[in-house]
């Protein structure tokens, strides 16, 4: 009975268009941001950050920007990883070879690379789709591994192509402890979801979403395939992009190619199935289930086996773990699969209606 929006009336086409139409949202938003700028670091130890809370922040940007191409606008890609790969190395030459570069434009530079390198990529997106689409995706990913182990001029002539960057800052605030990395990441994730969130909600992104539902339907009435498509890779290489260099550059620090292999791509692509394709909610959903899951089950199964008394080895935890998880997931998209973000709407319009059924 508290999540009732009568009385808001909308006197006006900016109230109707509001991203939450509902007051108790829009409290409910403010809250959950404040909560994140203030509490958490008032309250979050040095390993809640760097094991969940870091990565949790940069693969919900980079879950966000798989959604736009594959959720929004309905193309399969297995290259996401590649992407990531690609604007953190765009994103360290710039560093490196530019000095004095600030960090905001170097990670914005290595987003670009990675628009450019999703465009060419994306080409075959305008003659092949479905599983097809995804093989040449994944080509990316092979081709990226190939070219930043055998190119020495990408790793600055390192031989191994490992890298690595130091003496972070950002409007002369260094950025070195784990709150200060923390809160940079989450400012930058604060502005690219308000920004992909505008965008899906504009005439682009009823583009996007014309040519997933059917694009010769959308070529009829006007809709440029091209267009849409590659917009569609150029955004979200771009905010892929930038995921992979605060990945390489504020999380892990030093890298190597290994670090955005294919995995990160089916892990990205796992995010997005499991949060909810089509909504940026289910961005956030997916990568809290893919990233806080496996550490829950790491801490959980040994106290549960000690419970009983029994001694579980690491080695048959890890099994444990993949076993679960890989279960879970199954239930997930059995029981709803439209994902978490589709369970939360649900939960949202019975709120809506309680105490009535319908």
Known sequence: MYYREN???KTTYKADQQIFPIAQDRIAIWLLLAAA???VPMLASDYLYRAILIPLVIMSMAALGVNILVGYCGQISLGSGAFMAVGAYGAFNFFVRFPGLPLIPALILGGLCATF????FGLPSLRVKGLYLAVATLAAQF???WMFLRIKWFTNNSDSG???VSNLQVLGLPIDSAASKYLFCLALLVVVAL???NLVRGAIGRE???IRDMDVAASVIGIRPMYAKLSAFAVSSFIVGMAGALWAFVHLGSWEPAAFSVEVSFRLLFMVIIGGLGSIMGAFFGAAFIVVLPIFLNQFLPALAGLFGMEISTAAVSHAE???FGALIVWFLIVEPHGLAKLWSIGKQKMRVWPFPH
């Not at 390198?117 to 060419?120: A, R, V, Y």
Request: net charge neutral; glycine share 8%.
């Open 7 to 9: 009385g808001q009336f």
């Open 37 to 39: 700028f203030v509490l």
């Open 117 to 120: 390198f999703g465009i060419l």
């Open 143 to 145: 081709f990226s591994d």
């Open 162 to 164: 490992s890298v690595s």
């Open 195 to 197: 920004l992909a969130k």
């Open 208 to 210: 996007w979403m014309a």
């Open 322 to 324: 993949l076993m679960i």
